[in-house]
């Protein structure tokens, strides 16, 4: 009988991940504020976000090694939350919170605007890689619905107009 | 009523810790050191302040529980996973006034005699992180922190862990699992954190506007502290309103107003004219409430009176155009999304009730639908599941069916049958299954 791979992994995701000096330090800080090195772990996971810009297979073996567990385990905790890139994100992911009061409060039409808009659906990446839309849950700003977080940053109080306003700027790259 | 938790709020430079110390801040963190721990407790105590997370818990009760005779390490825990819809309180405390958090996180490790405290904010809030640790960075230099803090002998790191996106690590015992650099799956109870918390330790978990109050009670005393808002109710609270009204916002009013002063008087009334259809007094968690039930006083006691509950203070307000069915729809995907997946019940009894209440919303109910909501709910709700998620979505849903049955029949009465689901068949080109037949 013959086997055949299911999926053929591109080559980024199964690359190798090195730590250099640099983030070497400053995991061995961030590991000192806790008793147990696994604690360490979601802190070591945003530092290797904002250095690799998503969590690859790659990374999850590293960390695993430096904090001393399995690649499964650490595999297990960032399956478990929303906010670590599994896939390479784009440029800009737009965070659209799609809760109660964003909702009633003109989120559903904003979400309209931007789909059409960027002719994308939630989940989906524009060809050119520059925005993502994602449709997220609460994001704790209800008093200011309806809510965008752009990669860390909030706005707050959209239109569809300063929506406009607020993507040219982007794509400006302000 | 004057502000008190707020009173940074439109100060210039309030966030910097000049501007902080000229106000009187650290006051109570420095009477707190003279006195010992065992008066602070009993301060707190005194107080009658209750949590502001959403159990209204006793705060002093709360410390009290960490065993004496623990040889420690002992950990102060501060809450600043703020995700319940319609919260954002501990945002604008955090925006305006993070010392005064650091000042109560401080008071209360003190407390329990506590040598490490943990601020778990939640992952999207960023620019907080970033403010809570400059902060705690200022307060630091001024020798407010770090080994022996003003001469005293006492030791205090603070340290701030964020989340990575997860509701349920709001719930204390997922927190602490997650702060251990696990999935953030609740623990079963007891053993109670304060015995058994993180790492192992005593652990005292407290809201960021719980630890806020405390810097206040140490330094105007209980008596005052107990003297706003009503027995076994005291104290200011942050109310934050969204929803349809003309001023959305955090207030800050004593407990026990009543939700028409709240929406009607502070907020403004209804957007654009229109009536009060509902509203939920504190947070999508709590059981929802009608427009006749708007004279309730905003307190603990009050709302569990009127089988409701104050939760959090997050009120979401609705008007009369919005259906039930969308309400109902919209917060079951919420939580069946943030539902952690322990417990059968809640795992998929949630999704169960997003999957019926998407057909009705897509116009195919059936008549059974109603009930059958209602019963999935009663099987989630009320100590069938590890924690208190599988109530926190089964009882507002069952309210809402409950009180609004009209406009679930509405839609059910006007509805066609789903159309049949022709099951996709993948023509299988692979090796065939078997042992190496």
Redesign the interface.
Known sequence: MTTCPLVVAPPETTANVTFDKTMDDRIGEVMRRYPTRRAALLPVLWLCQERFGWISPGVISAVAERLGDSPAFVDGVVSFYTMYHTSPPARYVLQVCTTLSCSVCGGRELVEHLKAKLGVGFGEKTPDGSFQLVGVQCLGACGNAPVIQVNDDYYENLTPQRLDAMLDELREGR | MESVLLRARGVSDSRSIATYLAAGGYEGWKKALGVGPDAVVKEVLDSELRGRGGAGFPTGRKWSFVPKDHPG?RYLICNAD???????KD?EIIEHDPHQVIEGIAIASFAIKANTAYIYI??????WAKILEKAIAEARAQGLLGTNVLSSGFDL?I?V???????ICGEETALIE???????FPRLKPPFPAVVGA?GKPTVVNNVETLACVPHIMTRGATWFASIGRPRNTGPKLF?????VNR???YELPLGVTFREIIEEHCGGIKGGRKLKAFFPGG?SAPIMTAEEVDVRADFDACAEAHTMLGSG?V?V?DDS?DMVN?AD??A??YA??S?GQCTPCREGSDWCADILDRIAAGHGRSADPDTLLRICRFSSEGMTICPLGDAYALPISSMVNKFRADFERRIAGASPLPPKKLPVLPWT??RPGF?I
């Open positions: 390490p703020e995700s319940e819809p319609g919260t954002f945002r939640r992952g999207e809030f960023v620019r790191d340290w862990h964020r989340g990575a996106g997860a509701y997650s702060l251990e650099g696990k999935r953030g790492f934050c309103v969204s929803g349809h959305p916002g955090v999508s997050g979401i609705l919005v309400v919209n917060i995907h919420f999304h943030e952690c692979g090796p190496g």
